[in-house]
């Protein structure tokens, strides 16, 4: 079996398992509600902060531990992906338009190679985006983004507030990131 294919069948694994937690009210994620493409998880159910950590397509490290106290979208795409490029213009100017609040974003490119990704990314992103090509960043998230694209939504405090398993709008994402960001973080 090659890497690939084992790879997607760990995810969807995974990724069952998620959601039969996230809705039967298993797993501590009994507030979360789901439609089926998109998951969304109350305040006091949101599951622990994923790692990611990896190389940036522009060079250096990323480590979203970093961004603790900011919201942090995280957009899982390919350039490969027809409808990543379709919501490419719409996850930017969602970025655009709540940068100042505190929010940012971080891509994680997925099943690619580094020129595409890299000659995809110019013109279209401001922010910055992870080169994972074997998709592993994916398998430290509780509620996984078993799709491509996929974009989750960590709140101040670097927990897992909402996984959109398809493709974004503006009109969607923005409401979504302004209310995550205007939570007051958990008391420690």
Known sequence: MNARRWTAGLLATVAAVALVGC???GGGEKDCTSDGLTITCAPDQRSKTPK???ELL???QYDVSQARGQVVVVNFWGSWCAPCRAEADDLEDTY???KASGVTFLGVNV???????IAFEQGRATYPSIFDPSSRQALNFDIPPNSTPATVVLDRDGRI??????AVTKDELLPIVERVAAE????N
Request: aromatic share 0%; net charge positive.
């Open 23 to 25: 809705t039967s009210g």
């Open 52 to 54: 990611v950590i990896g």
């Open 58 to 60: 522009t060079g250096g």
């Open 96 to 98: 655009q338009a709540t």
């Open 111 to 117: 099943q690619d190679s580094k020129d595409k990704a």
């Open 161 to 166: 507030a909402v996984v959109i398993r398809r």
């Open 184 to 187: 007051k973080p958990a008391p």
